[in-house]
């Protein structure tokens, strides 16, 4: 119950379609009784029995055929009633399950990177497919037939206790066992339904990861092993539904021998009290309780249904509560968060910054300004925070301590809809959606910012969504592509900017990637623009054209650089070195090469390389020799 009033709130958005269709269940139950009642009419009328009715001692053509005609108007109309319910019902559970559908969606757009640094892509798809069906099964159908059930049990006990106390007594002692029963398998039914649709999230994330990862197992040549491990996922899932189903299955058959019981029992004694001398319950009246009983099988058999879609509901509501009672550790928080702040120039201050890990120091006192406009390259070994120092900055996480200020304004005060809206960050593994290039670049793009389409498709009974936008401006898209450096690749697809990409971009080369990702980040003309590493896939020749596109756009805008390459640094305003969590170098390319630092070494390696490279059939790669200098600890390492 304490699951079940958390949808409450949901519910009451459609509360009058559920009033209007109760309703009409219990309507369409007890006019579905009255037909019982004309049989018993018509065949005492037909044995000349006197009912409890005295004035009925027989009966004509022309009663007869009143008789049929309350048969089928009673039909009709019980049969209206139910159409009606199943309009209202089942309707409202369809846009109950619109509601939770985008309520959860727009809940976990709002989650923050720890969140889904825990979560498995294939849970989440689970619980927004399987789990939610089991809610609106359990809000539509389980809904109606519950009270359905209810409501045909009380007319029709009413009925029966009206026409024989002693055979109602019959069938009362059945219920107590019935409902132990229930009570027992309900319970077991939670349990393992939980189980299974655990072990089905499991197998989701599996195959998602195993058909995002294609390549990865075939170039390891391992289909084998997977097919193997998914076999035995297979097999625990099979072995976790047969448990449910032990305990599922039984429900129907058991209620199945508990009536034909009844029935045995109500044939015997029902037979006594018409054959007993005096006695006043005739056969019409054994024929309306039998058949009053026998409208009751379908609400009986249906208990042990209901119980098992009730409980799977409210188990797979329970899993959906835990995203709901997820929250993110990074959000805006009322009388802290300052509103009135929409705008951002680019200053950027961290004052003190550390980060720790549990026990691990990531950032350690870092001090460092970047005026407005600046173009600032950050560079250091592996492991040394920079690309921290990038979340930092977005608010991906929070310092441990000290402050990041943008704008003099320290970004845990600021909306974080405006910290974002300004910012674009290229990451080194840039995701790329299943759609064009164009869409792809232009995904950042404010839809306002873009002629609307009108839709015209609305939910029933659900505010109609956003005009959906047309393709983004392709003079923009083109324009960003050019400062990317992918024109020339672009134009030599045939489809050019409407070319479909596959899963994840797969169809293009890693350095391609990268600059759509930087072409996606330019169109938005951010006032910072971050790029992590994001250059290591091009070659030296389309590095140098895209960090003239950079230059080009930086004029007025904060580029924050983040490269092991000194070639892709050497014309920032300045540079910072990133050593163990701590800044140990900064100033101009030409003031770190005077200094002899860890800079001078990576420059004077990374060139020694690129002369090699003229000469050697097998040239070093400046990432690999960066990794080199950086294990380096003595002046004779770091010359080898």
């Known amino acids: 119950m304490d699951s079940f009033r958390t949808l409450i709130p949901y519910l009451r958005l459609h509360q009058r379609q559920y009033v209007i269709g109760l309703i009409a269940v219990v309507i369409a139950n007890s006019f ?37 005609l309350g048969i089928v108007g009673a039909a009709l109309t019980s049969g209206a009633f139910m159409l009606l319910m199943r309009r209202m019902i ?5 846009q109950t399950e619109y509601e939770i559908r985008r309520d959860l969606f727009a809940h976990l757009q709002g989650l923050d990177k720890p969140y889904y640094d825990r979560a498995r892509t294939g849970d989440l798809m689970n619980r927004l497919t399987g789990d939610l069906s089991a809610v609106r099964e359990m809000l539509g159908f389980g809904a109606w037939q519950i009270v359905n059930i209810v409501s045909g049990f009380v007319t029709a006990f009413a009925v029966m206790f009206s026409l024989s106390w002693q055979l109602t007594l019959i069938v ?4 107590p066992v019935i409902v132990g029963v ?11 339904h939980r189980l299974a649709q655990e072990q089905n999230s499991l197998i ?47 429900l129907r058959s058991f209620m199945s021998l508990l009536l034909g019981l009844a029935f045995g029992v109500i044939l015997l004694v029902g037979g006594r009290l018409i054959l007993a001398p005096d006695s006043t319950f005739t056969v019409g009246m054994f024929v309306q309780f039998v058949g009053t009983l026998e409208r009751l099988t379908f609400p009986m ?49 961290f004052e003190n910054v550390s980060l720790r890990y549990g026990d691990r120091t990531v950032l350690n006192g870092v001090n460092l300004h970047v005026p407005a406009g600046t173009f600032l390259g950050v560079t250091g070994p592996t492991g040394s925070g920079k690309t921290v120092l990038a979340q930092l900055l977005t608010r991906s996480m929070d310092p ?17 809809r405006t910290l974002r809206d300004a910012i674009s960050v290229v990451p080194q593994e840039p995701f790329l959606f299943s759609d064009t290039i164009a869409n792809n670049i232009g995904f950042g793009l404010d839809n306002r910012d873009l002629p609307p389409v009108p839709t015209g498709v609305s939910v029933v009974g659900a505010p109609p969504p956003d005009d959906i936008p047309q393709q983004p401006d392709p003079a923009r898209v083109r324009e960003a592509a050019r400062l990317a450096g992918l024109t020339e690749d672009v134009d030599g697809f045939p489809q050019g900017f409407d070319t479909s990409l596959g899963e994840r971009g797969v169809t293009l080369s890693g350095g391609q990637r990268q600059r759509t990702a930087i072409a996606r980040a330019i169109v938005r003309e951010p006032r910072i623009l971050i790029l992590d590493d994001s250059l290591s896939a091009v070659d030296t020749e389309t590095e140098r054209r895209i960090l003239d596109g950079l230059r080009e756009i930086s004029r007025g805008r904060t580029v924050i650089l983040i490269a092991h390459r000194v070639s892709t640094l050497r014309h920032a305003d300045q540079i910072v070195v990133l050593e163990e969590g701590r800044v140990t170098e900064q100033g101009s390319h030409d003031d770190l090469l005077e200094r002899g630092g860890h800079y001078a070494q990576l420059e004077r390696l990374q060139r020694l390389a690129s002369d090699l490279d003229a000469d050697d059939e097998t040239p070093l790669d400046p990432g690999a020799a960066a990794d080199r200098l950086e294990t380096a600890s003595t002046p004779e390492q770091v010359t080898r």
């Open 32 to 68: 579905s009784l009255l037909p019982y009642y004309f049989i018993r009419l018509t065949i005492d009328g037909l044995t000349g029995q006197v009912d409890t009715d005295p004035a009925t001692t027989g009966i004509t053509l022309g009663t007869a055929g009143l008789y049929a």
């Open 90 to 94: 089942v309707i409202a559970s369809r």
């Open 172 to 175: 009362l002692a059945i219920v």
């Open 182 to 192: 229930l009570t027992y398998l309900a319970r077991q039914i939670n349990v393992r």
């Open 204 to 250: 989701a994330a599996k195959a998602q990861e195993n058909f995002s990862g294609a390549r990865v197992v075939k170039g390891y040549a391992i289909e084998n092993r997977e097919i193997d491990d998914y076999r035995a996922m297979n097999l625990e899932l099979l072995r976790r539904n047969i448990a449910l189903t032990k305990v599922d299955g039984p």
């Open 301 to 349: 058999l249906m208990v042990g249904w209901i119980t098992g879609v009730t409980q799977r509901g409210l188990a797979s509501w329970l899993r959906l509560k835990e995203i709901f009672d997820s929250q993110a550790l990074v959000r805006d928080e009322p009388g802290r968060t300052d509103p009135t702040l929409r705008t951002v120039t680019g200053d950027v201050t």
């Open 400 to 416: 441990s301590s000290g402050r990041v200020l943008v704008d003099g304004h320290d970004v845990r005060v600021m909306p974080l």
